[in-house]
């Protein structure tokens, strides 16, 4: 119940309090007519609504206004007045006594509903507390996961830089040895045929096997469809091998005076024509690997003075001729190019002794020349023997 609604209705049924003038016997002892004029009790007793409930008391009331004017002097009217507070006066404290004890239930009931407001709240507080410190403990704990999480990534990206750089460098270092050994193979190959570039496909021992093979297929068919009644074996081959020294030549005089102009444009480009001397190693070793990668160029301009040259040659229209001065071609120049160029060795005199170390025989037994048939292949001028040519004993 509501604490004021409880204290308003107490003081609305309690008689006066022991402050006021008048002082209330609660067993019926009869007061003073004085301090009864006086008494809030005699103005209460007046108005109060206790005598609502049937017509006594409103005859009561007006008896007791009208003892309060005109009789509260005369010892009989106080009799009655006393009579009156003897009768009514009981009820009344028994009604003071009642509502007290309703007031002291109530109070203690409030008492209790504190009491118990109080712990609730203790424990509310104590679980409130408890949840935010769980929550503080929560978010300090994420903080740190975060933190940690941060300085993983941080750590992570420090390293996948360095492992960038270590990845950089290691490449910068493989291509700086990849340029040195290239340099250095260079070099090292510069006037040095012993010393090939495996990666080359032309290599000199390469140049050889496919010169021995232009011998067994571009020049057989060539020389069958040369041949017609009335020319003999050694006219026909005569003319084969003419082809190749004149195209051997020529590739040899092409291939040095592209590689002198070369040079010369790199050392003095504002006058092409002179010459410098001897180049230094570096631009002779660009010079050469120019040549190789031109060869397409270089040896169509080759095969169409060769083509004008020899046009007398069977038909013009021959593929055996074409494929046959294209094949010399590609393979002179190729060996004109070399550092140093591929020797050609188109044989001794006729009747000389044959060398069996550099020579094959033809279709012949014998120990004396007589007509070249394919001429040996040498690593350079005066070098080694790379492949055997072929001629005809008498």
């Known amino acids: 119940m509501d604490q004021d609604a409880v204290n308003s209705t107490a003081s609305n049924r309690r008689p006066p309090n022991s402050n006021e003038v008048f002082e209330i016997d609660m067993h019926g002892s009869n007061p003073s007519s004085k301090s009864f004029k006086k008494s809030s009790i005699f103005s209460n007793w007046r108005t109060s609504n206790n005598f609502d409930c049937c017509f006594c008391g409103w005859l009561i009331r007006r008896f007791l206004i009208f003892c309060k004017k005109f009789l509260m002097k005369s010892p009989c009217i106080r009799y009655a007045t006393n009579l009156v507070w ?162 051997y030549t020529v590739c040899q005089q092409q291939a040095e005076n592209q590689r002198q102009a070369l040079i010369n444009v790199i050392a003095d480009p504002s006058n092409a024509k002179s010459e410098n001397g001897s180049p230094p190693d570096g631009i002779l070793i660009k010079t050469i690997d120019f040549q190789k990668k031109t060869v397409p160029w270089a040896i169509e301009a080759v095969k169409k003075k060769i083509m004008k040259k020899y046009e007398d040659l069977s038909d013009n229209k021959s593929e055996s001729k074409r494929k046959y ?56 001028h005066n070098g080694p023997l790379v492949q055997k040519g072929v001629l005809q004993p008498k």
Request: hydrophobic share 35%.
């Open 86 to 247: 003897g009768v009514f006066g009981n009820q009344e404290g028994k009604r003071y006594q009642d509502n007290e004890l309703e007031i002291n239930e109530l109070t203690k009931q409030i008492q209790d509903y504190k009491e118990r407001l109080a712990q609730f709240n203790q424990a509310y507080n104590e679980e409130r507390q408890e949840k935010e410190s769980a929550l503080k403990r929560e978010k300090n704990y994420i903080q740190a996961y975060n933190e940690e999480r941060q300085e993983k990534e941080n750590a992570l990206a420090r390293e996948a830089k360095l492992i960038q750089a270590y990845n950089q460098e290691k490449q910068e270092k493989e291509n700086a040895l990849t340029r040195l050994s290239a340099l250095a193979g260079d070099r090292l190959r510069l006037n040095n045929p012993g010393i090939a570039d495996l990666s080359d496909e032309y290599r000199p021992n390469k140049l050889a096997e496919k010169f021995s093979e232009l011998y067994d297929n571009e020049w057989t068919e060539f020389y069958e469809d040369l041949e017609k009644p009335g020319s003999s074996e050694e006219q026909i081959i005569g003319q084969l091998l003419k082809l190749i020294q004149e195209i």
């Open 325 to 380: 001065i294209e094949r010399c071609v590609q393979l002179c120049w190729m060996m004109s190019i070399q550092d140093p160029p591929m020797h050609l060795d188109f044989g001794p005199e006729k009747d000389s002794v044959i060398d069996k170390n550099v020579y094959k025989l033809f279709t012949k037994t014998g120990d004396a020349l007589d007509f070249m048939v394919w001429p040996a292949v040498f690593l350079h």
